[in-house]
């Protein structure tokens, strides 16, 4: 058994892919057991090439790639490098546009879950191109945290809610952290099932923590004497399409952990608001009729990939 398995998801980024693992490998030291495994998630052929051939120079066992025919999105691709991975203590989840900044980050990692029992979830503390703060930390989303916002909820009660913006100094119990960098303790992934796939681009950071806290009764933490570079959606842009799969995660994260009602108490919130809002920003009409219909997992960008060719 080694110690850590790091899976990684190239979606047409390939430079940032090997850049990735070249600070992982660069900043990893014999006293930690680990591998790479690179998950390529149908990304087209040339960014595919480029990364195979610069994996193939490295000529390191420890690192891994392979390709499915098919884009599964965050989850699904997270658990194609799960399916791929040698025995391993601990999985850390990286997004390939992510740089080690502080010196033996897996090694540290190791040693604070092993400090602490009580952790089934851990992450160093993010920062962005240019090494300043980014959040790291966020709160279950809720129908207090979508309907009153975050903010509310950290002026009523901080403690529950700690503040996302600010620095810490010691290390802290959150909900959960950003999937940019998760590092996990591989028997309670297991044991939750791991990531749930039908959701595509988002929540599943979320969800998994969630899972973790109430079936194996561990704990998610924020490491802040650890950092790392995360540049943030080098493979997603920001448009209605993204917005709306958004909100189909939610909706579907809301019913999972919450019920019936509270999926539909949110729908006719979003509902309501999204009309106002189409009034005055019409490209917000097609989210608000998908609103309408019940943001059905059938509508999410999961059910339009396409498999690539053999």
């Known amino acids: 058994m080694i110690d850590v398995s790091c899976i990684l998801i190239n979606y047409n980024t390939s430079t940032y892919t090997i850049d990735c693992v070249n600070s992982i490998l660069d900043n990893t030291k014999d006293e930690v057991s680990f591998e790479i495994v690179i998950a390529d998630n149908a990304s087209k052929y040339e960014d595919y090439q480029i990364l195979k051939l610069a994996i193939d120079q490295l000529d ?50 190791v040693q604070f879950m092993k400090d602490n029992p009580a952790a089934g979830v851990c992450s160093p503390q993010m920062l962005d191109a240019d090494k300043n703060f980014r959040r790291t930390i966020d709160h279950f989303s809720s129908l207090g945290r979508e309907i009153l916002k975050r903010s509310t909820l950290e002026l009523i009660n901080p403690k529950r809610y700690p503040n996302r913006k600010i620095t810490y100094s010691n290390p802290l119990k959150v909900d959960y952290v950003q999937g940019a960098f998760m590092f996990v303790d591989a028997q309670a992934f297991k044991n939750v099932g791991g990531f749930d796939t039908n959701l595509f681009l988002y929540y599943e950071e979320s969800d998994l923590c969630r899972r973790i806290l109430k079936q194996e009764k561990l704990e998610t933490y924020l490491v802040p004497d650890l950092e790392y570079i995360h540049y943030e959606s080098a493979s997603t842009t920001s448009n209605i399409y993204m917005k709306i799969e958004q909100k189909i995660s939610l909706i579907y994260y809301t019913k999972k952990h919450y019920g019936w009602f509270s999926q539909k108490i949110l729908l006719t919130y979003f509902s309501i608001r999204y009309f106002f809002s189409s009034l005055f920003k019409p490209k917000y009409w097609k989210l608000f009729f998908l609103l309408l219909k019940g943001m ?12 690539l060719e053999a």
């Not at 392979?66 to 391993?88: D, K, P, Q, W, Y």
């Not at 059905?296 to 498999?307: D, V, W, Y």
């Open 60 to 109: 390191d066992s420890r690192v891994k790639l392979i390709r499915s025919r098919l884009n599964t999105g965050f989850g699904g691709g997270n658990m194609m490098g799960v399916n791929h991975a040698s025995n391993c203590k601990y999985f850390a989840f990286i997004n390939n546009d992510t740089l080690f900044e502080s010196q033996h980050t897996l090694q540290r990692l």
């Open 296 to 307: 059905p997992l059938s509508k999410s960008l999961k059910q339009k990939q396409i498999e």
